[in-house]
């Protein structure tokens, strides 16, 4: 019996479905058919955009959530509630600012009921595990972030978890303090230090999860799904620099691409303009982009991974924006490249009142909301429009943060295109005068 309870994995997720309710609409479907198993001795990323799911899955991993549908199983055993030997570290930091570092630890095992003498001495073996000795009667107020985030893994390795879940754990910090902490608790893992049996942690940063993860999911979105299960063929430590780590990260890239851009194009072509999120990119990132691209040393063809260092951007960053540009057809996404097209390369070229006029084209043609709202206000008498009006038609196919998020985007890209006006005060989309007039004038064609 033992044997067979030693080959049990950690955790077993099947057919994970979690949606949310919407009254007089479709379901909010967030996770779909999600299979997860995870087995002692490894470090899983979950790799993926915002809004994919992830830390859904990890909330409904840890027992804080119980999914809609599927099976859970935490040792081979059904999960009811929280799961037994699991600790979690979050992106905030969620440190109680009025507790000294040593009491925040102690929380974990306080609320175990830890005898207090014990509870110090596993609390400030954890606060030197994690590099933080000598600090443990400080306050949070007096650390840096990085400070902050070593708290809060000691608050979580002091319970001795079985399962250590991250959720997205070194995105508030810099770059060099993140790099840092990174490589100290995978010297730690390596060396045995950690008291852990297996790591599962959510990231959007492709080469995080390549330095960290024996295994990496990678997550499509809306809804959330496993695309590809990849497993990481080298030992640690890994060199970012080495070829084989550069192909990896350029074949993640490839496999990101690859899934979006049918979706993108189905998207751009949809009948219904309320039935796909955008996002939020700004015509000056925009402008940006289709500038760095057509000019040296791209020539209208760039390679993603090495775009991105160039920019310093994170997958999260830069993935919207070129899908963004393949919604416009100024780009094409294609196996991990970007391509400027000719339209692209016309709008980079082009002087301030000539590029409006080409982004006015592009979102006519290919965002079927803008040509929706300028459709209501060209047949309304008044030429106006309210915008709760397409918020609500934009919450009866994704969520309210989706549709708020969609309609600020079309608002700023049909105001620079001028396409119509917007009222902040009023939240009224409106015509230009100039178009009003040239709708009364076609209107008195028509009369005559």
Known sequence: ???????????????????????????????????????????????????????????????????????????????????????????????????????????????????KDEREERSEEAIDLIGLGGYDGAYPKELSGGMRQRVGLARALVVHPDLLLMDEPFSALDVLTAETLRTDLIDLWMDGKLPVKSILIVTHNIEEAVLMADRILVFSSNPGRVAHELRVPFAHPRNRFDPAFREMVDEIYGIMTRRRTPEVHTAALAPNPFAHPLHPVGT????????????????????????????????????????????????????????????????????????????????RAHVPLIAAIRNVLEQRSNHRAAAVRFRDQLEDHMSPEYAEETLRTVIAWGRYAEIFEYDEEAQQFSLEEEDEEEERARAGEYRG
């Not at 924006?321 to 391509?339: C, M, N, R």
Request: aromatic share 6%; hydrophobic share 45%.
């Open 1 to 115: 019996m033992a044997m067979d309870q030693q080959r049990l994995p950690l955790v077993t997720v099947r057919d994970c479905r979690q949606a949310y309710h919407k009254e007089a609409s479709a379901d909010l479907v967030v996770l779909d058919h999600v299979d997860l198993t995870l087995q002692e001795g490894e470090i899983v990323a979950l790799l993926g955009r915002s809004g994919s799911g992830k830390s859904t899955l990890l909330r409904i991993v840890a027992g804080l959530l119980k999914p809609t549908a599927g099976e859970v199983r935490w040792r081979g055993e059904p999960l009811k509630g929280p799961a037994p030997g699991v600790a979690m570290v979050f992106q905030s930091f969620a440190l109680f600012p009025w507790l000294t570092v040593q009491e925040n630890v102690e929380l974990g095992l306080e609320a175990l009921g830890v005898r």
């Open 284 to 363: 000056n990132l925009i402008a940006g982009l289709l500038e760095t691209l057509s000019g040296e040393p791209y020539h209208g063809r760039a390679d993603l991974p090495a775009l991105a260092a160039a920019l310093q951007f994170e997958v999260d960053e830069l993935l919207p924006l070129g899908e963004t540009l393949s919604i416009l057809g100024f780009a094409v996404l294609e196996e991990g490249d970007i391509q400027i097209t000719e339209t692209g390369r016309r709008f980079a070229e082009a002087e301030t009142e000539d590029r409006k006029k080409i982004f006015a084209e592009a979102l």
